[in-house]
């Protein structure tokens, strides 16, 4: 059933607005993915702050024109879906990983920021740490020298307490 020109207008806009919205879009093939198995994926990369639309390919190609994402134009061929995110790795670690669960799922490319990435590259870009990861790392090595600056200030006052309390002990 072809789409009304007015509805074609509507959904470009959207597919514009995903575009300049996201840091990064993960093109993926989804041929024979049941119901089920693609809801599936929606909540695992909705989990992870990313979304996945299945793209009307000619659409896609328009809307992608003049963004930073143009490169990837010759990538929607075929039953393609489009795994966004705003944080750098979130979509390609979730793609990548329900991808190696189940060979439906084919990462074809995709794009971060202006590079363009080719299989491998998602796989590069989904073994990477997320943003949350890195600033759990940052908070980690910021506490440890003041956790181990506490404990160190706190032995020898515990030292000192100690050595009181068993002067006091032996002068009663």
Do not use: C, H, W
Not at 37 to 56: C, I, P, Y
Not at 86 to 94: I, L, M, N
Not at 122 to 146: G, H, Q
Request: glycine share 8%; hydrophobic share 40%.
């Amino acid at each position: 059933m072809a789409m009304s020109r007015q509805k074609k207008e509507v959904e470009l806009e959207a597919y514009k607005a995903r575009f300049e919205e996201n840091e990064t879009i993960i093109v993926t093939q989804y041929s024979g993915l049941s119901v089920s198995q693609m809801t599936d994926l929606r909540a695992r990369l909705r989990e992870s702050g990313a979304s996945f639309k299945v793209t009307k390919n000619s659409l896609a190609q328009r809307a992608l024109e003049g963004t930073r994402f143009e490169g990837i134009k010759d990538l929607f061929k075929g039953p393609v879906g489009i795994a966004t995110s705003q944080d750098p790795v979130a979509a390609a670690k979730v793609a990548y990983e329900y991808s190696k669960e189940n060979e439906k799922l084919v990462l074809i490319g995709g794009a971060y920021g202006e590079r363009v990435l080719d299989p491998q590259g998602v796989e590069a870009l989904a073994k990477m740490p997320s943003i949350d990861e890195v600033r759990a790392t940052i908070v980690m090595l910021i506490n440890s020298p003041a956790s181990k600056l506490a404990g160190a200030i706190k032995a020898p006052a515990g030292k000192i307490a100690g050595a009181v309390k068993t002067i006091s002990e032996k002068a009663e």
